[in-house]
């Protein structure tokens, strides 16, 4: 699987960040649990040692500014920032962040990142204060307008495979690592056009998954319309919404999808993917796309 876990170009930790003693967080951490089993309801319960996934706070700070804060699992936060930046409509480039610092605090992370002067700019004009939460999409969200914010229309229409979208759910389970290990973890991927996955991202909030994913493929420079996303949890709007947005043509989910994300998927012109199980699925666009 190509992972590119690379710094971008100026990328350099600052004095607070390097000179920081406290130990980067963990994906997961275990807990003492009791459990019962339906098997036998009256033998005693059973200590055992849960791993369960972690979410931490972490800051997205532009130019000095704190623009969000999101509840995550503190792992591959340059990847989340880069796309929670792309899908907000912060940056339209890797190339719009010039510097990145990850700075670990008594309280949670900070993701400090310098923007180009005119997406600063643009920022400051529409700034929200967006207090993030595991489940929810547009917490903190200031208007209907801001909530219901036109999708972005795709350039090109892409062509699914049920094939290739069988592959990927096949091989997808396989690098669910904080999943297999927790029970609690959503996973974005991105798979090729014949079905190989490529790249996955995890995240105890599926939003945050995509996000993280999403900045992979833009740090990676890989070309979005040449593959397409799967995503282990419902499909809401705004999660139509973060994959029009990086121009990627389709999103194929495990579970179903929202009546606004199927109307969105409609108009952004990206093929949406619903109950996609083993050889099993139901598409609610664009169906004439979709190939054996």
Not at 17 to 35: G, I, K
Not at 121 to 147: F, I, N, P, T
Request: charged share 20%; with cysteine; net charge negative.
């Amino acid at each position: 699987m190509l992972d590119p876990r690379l710094r971008p170009e100026g990328f350099a930790m600052s004095a607070a960040a390097a000179d920081d003693d406290l130990p980067p967080p963990a994906d997961h951490a275990v807990v003492q649990a009791t459990a019962w089993s339906d098997a036998n309801p009256d033998a005693p319960p059973r200590v055992l040692d849960a791993s369960l996934v972690e979410e931490t706070a972490v800051a997205l700070v532009y130019n000095g500014i704190s623009h969000a804060v999101m509840l995550t699992t503190p792992t591959d936060l340059e990847d989340f920032a880069y796309g929670f930046s792309l899908t907000e409509g912060i940056i339209a480039r890797r190339h719009d962040i010039y510097a990145m610092d990850v700075v670990h605090t008594a309280l949670g992370i900070e993701v400090r990142m310098e923007l180009a002067s005119a997406c600063f700019a643009a920022l400051k004009l529409r700034r929200r204060s967006l207090a993030g939460r595991s489940g929810c999409g547009l917490c903190g969200v200031d208007s209907l307008a801001a909530a219901m914010r036109p999708v972005t229309p795709l350039s090109h229409r892409f062509a699914l495979s049920r094939a290739a979208l069988a592959r990927a759910l096949d091989e997808l389970p396989h690098d669910q690592t904080l999943h297999r290990l927790s029970g609690g973890a959503h996973a974005a991927a991105w798979v090729a056009a014949d079905g190989r996955v490529k790249l996955v991202r995890e995240d105890v909030g599926r939003h945050n998954a995509l996000d993280k994913l999403i900045g992979a493929v833009l740090r990676w420079g890989d070309d979005a319309r040449a593959g397409f996303v799967v995503i282990t949890s419902r499909a809401s709007h705004e999660l139509v919404h973060k994959t029009a947005a990086a121009g990627i043509g389709c999103l194929a989910a495990v579970s179903a999808p929202t009546a606004q994300a199927v109307r969105e998927a409609q108009a952004a012109g990206l093929i949406l993917i619903g109950f996609a199980r083993s050889t099993r699925c139901t598409a609610y666009t664009f169906p004439e796309t979709l190939t054996a």
